[in-house]
């Protein structure tokens, strides 16, 4: 996704290639000094190597520093974006859009995103320390990005083959490493309500209360969700 001096109405998305291939970004832009957001949108295809920025004119400006404040979410289709774009659930994937990059950008703060599609609980914990999405991947250096802020929004994809007492299980399990992982992180458990009897959004609060982390806290939006994933009005709801 490009991003145009901040103008969310003309942002726009390209498919990158499988070979090293230089894209237009932006031309014909008046004088003056401009700023570019070049992101991934999506989790799919692995990863992508960026080999650089060319630009002509007088050059690249100094950027404003960072806020020095960092979120990390793990999530499934729904914090991944997935179909956001669409009410019907049929297309316009993307995560720029999607509740934990608008939180990141309301506090000026960085976001790692480790959502994808089906993601269960204990999918997710068996991934959460390792650079790509497979199991055999090289562990994660948690050094290099600490963050102070983690969302878990987990549960959904549980729902049918385990029991609400095995989700609380595996949710504990889960947030015992990410505890022991990041000390000093808020951790928040987010949840929706309103598609299934047996959501997880029915157990979140008293599961955040009985860990009895003063640091820890649970999300519910106070509405009910639509039939399909969240469309980019109820992730700016989030």
Not at 43 to 71: I, N
Not at 85 to 93: I, L
Not at 207 to 227: E, T
């Amino acid at each position: 996704r490009v991003v145009i001096d901040d103008d969310y109405a003309t942002t726009y998305t390209f498919l990158a290639g499988p070979t090293p291939t230089q894209y237009t970004l932006a031309s014909g832009l008046p004088a003056g000094v401009h700023k570019l957001v070049l992101m991934k949108e999506t989790y799919w295809w692995y990863s992508s190597v960026f080999h650089g920025f060319e630009v002509t004119g007088p050059g690249l400006v100094e950027p404003s520093s960072l806020s020095g404040f960092r979120f990390e979410c793990f999530g499934d289709s729904n914090a991944a974006g997935d179909n956001i774009a669409s009410e019907d659930n049929s297309s316009g994937t993307g995560q720029y859009f999607s509740f934990p990059f608008i939180a990141a950008r309301a506090f000026g703060a960085e976001m790692h995103n480790a959502s994808t599609s089906g993601e269960t609980i204990s999918g997710s914990h068996g991934r959460f320390d390792r650079y790509g999405w497979w199991p055999g991947d090289p562990a994660w250096d948690f050094s290099l990005y600490t963050p102070d802020v983690v969302i878990v929004e987990l549960g959904a994809n549980d729902v049918g083959t385990l029991t609400q007492s095995e989700m609380i299980a595996d949710h504990n399990e889960y947030l015992d490493d990410l505890r022991a992982t990041y000390p000093d992180a808020h951790i928040t458990l987010l949840n929706g309500a309103g598609w299934s009897f047996d959501e997880p959004a029915n157990y979140t609060a008293s599961l955040v209360a009985a860990r009895n982390d003063p640091n820890m806290s649970s999300i519910i939006p106070p509405w009910v969700f639509g039939q399909w994933h969240g469309t980019e009005n109820e992730h700016a709801g989030m």
